[in-house]
């Protein structure tokens, strides 16, 4: 990592066998993908509470080359001995009930993690198809009386719509210079919008310019 590993404690003292547990996990997170820049694992007990299994919370925050994962776990009462397997079973008798659920929290957050890094990794790879922005243009003609009108685009184009292609009923609301975003497609007398909304309250007002 660039930024060595932080971790921090809130509510709970400090732990060298939760400090060990975490490096670990951390170092198994940057062998799956190493371009991760910074790790902060926050632990923190917020209230306490007479049933087991619902103190401790773990919080990973970690920065990848242009996005922010955000991880947050607490531990379930349903969760089972087989999630803790890798604690040595007479270190986990000394200690505190707190601390045997900070382990089982540090570990469901660092596979929560993997997994977070995991889909990071396919949009990075294109894996995941990430739907492009609609177009955008501005109502350059309106014809209300007759319910249709034409998107000017921004290459200087003309995309006819109609009433029926507006959404929510908007269609009265148009004006010359509206700003809307649009879906293209290809009409019998060239192209044309299956759906047009309107963007905010944004009017362009076009025309000749009032004589001075």
Do not use: W
Not at 35 to 60: F, K, L, M, T
Not at 67 to 76: A, F, G, T
Not at 89 to 116: S, T
């Amino acid at each position: 990592m660039e930024v060595p590993l932080r971790i921090s404690y809130r509510s709970l003292d400090r732990s060298q066998a939760l400090d060990d547990l975490i490096r670990d996990e951390a170092a198994r997170l940057e062998e799956f993908y190493k371009p991760v820049i910074s790790c902060h694992v926050a632990v923190e007990v917020p209230h306490r509470h007479r049933q087991r299994g619902n103190r401790v919370h773990v919080r990973i925050d970690l920065v990848v080359p242009g996005e922010e994962l955000v991880i947050n776990q607490q531990p379930s009462v349903f969760d089972t001995i087989k999630q803790t397997e890798a604690i040595d079973v007479a270190k986990e008798a000394q200690v505190g009930p707190d601390y045997r659920d900070a382990h089982l929290a540090v570990r469901d957050a660092f596979r929560k993690a993997a997994r977070a890094l995991e889909d990071y990794a396919r949009r990075q790879r294109g894996d995941v198809k990430v739907h492009a922005p609609s177009p955008e243009g501005r109502v350059s003609k309106l014809f209300p009386d007759k319910g249709f009108g034409f998107i000017e685009t921004p290459d200087g184009r003309e995309v006819y719509f109609n009433r029926k292609s507006v959404l929510n009923d908007a269609f009265d609301r148009l004006a010359i210079g509206t700003a809307v975003g649009f879906a293209e497609e290809r009409g019998e007398k060239g192209p044309q919008a299956s759906t047009v909304r309107l963007l905010g309250k944004h009017v362009l007002e076009v025309g000749p310019e009032p004589a001075g």
